[in-house]
C-alpha cells in the first residue's frame, strides 16, 4: 500500500510564525498535493506539485508557500501564521487522476 | 471551471432504509469521478471510482452524463457506514481533484 506520512497529527502555533507542515511519500508518485479541510468547506486545494521542484497554485494558495525539493516529500508553509489558518491540513498524492488520491492522516494546525 | 456539487450537508436515514448521496458536476470535458469517505478519527479514503464500475461496501455509483451525476447509493444502510462522503471530479492533465463540500452520512438504529 501507498503511505502517505504528515509528520504531525496536531500543531499549535502563534500568530506570524513560520510554520512547516511536512509530507512524506513511500511510493514514487509524481503528483502530491495540499488540502485545507474545513466544516462547510469540504477540502481546498493549497498547491499541488507533479514534479520535483515543479509546484502549481491551487484555488487559495494566498498565505502559503510549498517546497518540493525530494520525489517523496512536499511541503507547506505559512510565512507568517493567521488565525484564519486554523484548519486542518491533508496531503495527498497520486500516480495520475484516474486512480484517485491516497490521503495522510491530516495535521490540526490551531493558530493562536 | 470544474465544479462538484453535494446539495445535501446532513443526511440522516435509519439501518436497514436505502441511502443515496447526491452529486452533481460541471466540466467541459470528459470526467473522472469518485467518491470518498472518511469515518470518524480515519483518514480520507478511496471509496469507488467510475471508471471501475465496482461496488464496495454494498455502495454503487453511475455515471449520468446527460443529467451530470454521479450520486451514490446504497440499498440497505449499516449504521457503520455513518461517515463523510466527498464526491470529487477530475479531468484533464493537471491531475487535480476538485471536491464537494460533503455530505455528513448518519444512519440511526
Known amino acids: 500500500d501507498v503511505k502517505v506520512t504528515q509528520s504531525s497529527r496536531y500543531l499549535v502555533k502563534r500568530t506570524g510564525e513560520k510554520v512547516f507542515l511536512e509530507c512524506v511519500q513511500d511510493?514514487?508518485?509524481?503528483?502530491m498535493f495540499w488540502y485545507r479541510q474545513d466544516p462547510g468547506l469540504g477540502l481546498r486545494l493549497i498547491y499541488f506539485?507533479?514534479?520535483?521542484?515543479?509546484?502549481e497554485k491551487g484555488d487559495i494558495p494566498e498565505g502559503y508557500s510549498v517546497s518540493r525539493e525530494k520525489k517523496e516529500r512536499f511541503s507547506l508553509i505559512l510565512e507568517s501564521a493567521s488565525t484564519n489558518q486554523t484548519s486542518m491540513y491533508l496531503c495527498a498524492n497520486s500516480r495520475g487522476v484516474a486512480g484517485g488520491y491516497t490521503f495522510g492522516s491530516g495535521t490540526r494546525l490551531t493558530v493562536v | 471551471a470544474q465544479r462538484v456539487t453535494q446539495p445535501e450537508k446532513l443526511l440522516s436515514v435509519f439501518k436497514g432504509a436505502p441511502v443515496e448521496l447526491k452529486c452533481n458536476y460541471s466540466?467541459?470535458?470528459?470526467?473522472?469521478l469518485f467518491w470518498y469517505v472518511q469515518y470518524s478519527r480515519q483518514r480520507l479514503q478511496l471509496l469507488l471510482r467510475?471508471?471501475s464500475r465496482e461496488s464496495i461496501k454494498g455502495f454503487t455509483a453511475d455515471l449520468n452524463k446527460g443529467e451530470t451525476s454521479f450520486h451514490l447509493k446504497k440499498p440497505f444502510a449499516q449504521e457503520e457506514d455513518s461517515a463523510m462522503y466527498y464526491c470529487?471530479?477530475?479531468?484533464?492533465?493537471?491531475?487535480?481533484?476538485?471536491f464537494g463540500k460533503g455530505t455528513l452520512l448518519t444512519v440511526n438504529p
Open positions: 470529487a471530479l477530475g479531468g484533464g492533465s493537471n491531475y487535480k481533484l476538485t
Open positions: 466540466y467541459s470535458g470528459s470526467p473522472e
Open positions: 511510493m514514487d508518485h509524481e503528483n
Open positions: 506539485s507533479y514534479d520535483v521542484k515543479m509546484k
Open positions: 467510475h471508471i
